[in-house]
């Protein structure tokens, strides 16, 4: 499971990862759609997931950013990904992302 201890560790530091040497892109996108206590995963297809905040509360969402933003910069040719932003907080914040693999 991907578990972030707290906001200023990025979702892609995984147990014996360091910043030095991140993950594949393809290890980091398996890892995050295991779920983590930052987000939820709803599966849409064989080549599609989308992640979400645990809940609606603000907390959450705002804690969600990190995944959210790493999820983002770890787009490549393999994998598309597609950020949703809301505005109920008053400020544009992540709500979901769409991951999916690019098509061959």
């Given at each position: ?94 709500d979901m992302v769409v ?6």
């Amino acid at each position: 499971m991907l578990v972030v201890t707290d906001m200023l560790n990025c979702a892609c530091c995984l147990p014996g990862v360091n910043m030095v040497n991140e993950p594949p892109p393809m290890d980091f996108f398996y890892e995050l759609k295991k779920g983590s206590p930052l987000h939820n995963v709803r599966n849409n297809s064989a080549d599609s997931f989308s992640i979400m905040p645990i809940d609606e509360g603000s907390d959450a969402v705002h804690r969600f950013q990190r995944v959210a933003h790493d999820a983002i910069a770890f787009a490549n040719d393999e994998y598309t990904v597609i950020p949703h932003k809301r505005s109920r907080f008053g400020v544009k914040l992540y709500d979901m992302v769409v991951i999916q693999r690019a098509s061959a």
